[in-house]
């Protein structure tokens, strides 16, 4: 079994910083997976769900447009986690933040897996 839990989320006022977290793991079934392609999402009130950040296993990085120079993405491949570091935060930002990350199972195939959501509000 294989299980996505995000953390780091909370309030915090225009212009601050936040960490999200996502750590990939299993709940002790001794399950064989490689972890591809890992990303961020996010979803505000009355708006589509819309990709924010992705990192490759190459450590290939893209952003969207409206956070490009403000959020950076990173993994560590040895803590199976991926990061989302949030700098100059606007209101704009405030939504619930997914983790969402490719797997392929050995027992079981591909697999795109989403974590729980953890929601990020920025105040003025």
């Known amino acids: 079994q294989v299980q996505l839990v995000e953390s780091g989320g909370g309030l915090v006022q225009a212009g601050g910083s936040l960490r999200l977290s996502c750590v990939v793991s299993?709940?002790?079934?001794?399950?064989?997976?490689?972890?591809?392609?890992m990303a961020w999402y996010r979803q505000a009130p009355a708006k589509q769900r819309a990709l924010v950040a992705a990192?490759?296993?190459?450590?290939?990085?893209n952003y969207a447009d409206s956070v490009k120079g403000r959020f950076t993405i990173s993994r560590d491949d040895g803590d199976n986690t991926v990061y989302l570091q949030m700098n100059s935060l606007k209101p704009e930002d405030t939504a619930v933040y997914y983790c969402?990350?490719?797997?392929?199972?050995?027992?079981?195939?591909?697999?795109?897996?989403w974590g729980q959501g953890t929601l990020v509000t920025v105040s003025s």
């Open positions: 990192i490759t296993s190459g450590d290939t990085t």
């Open positions: 299993d709940t002790g079934s001794g399950s064989i997976f490689n972890i591809n392609t």
């Open positions: 969402k990350v490719d797997l392929y199972v050995y027992a079981l195939g591909y697999l795109e897996v």
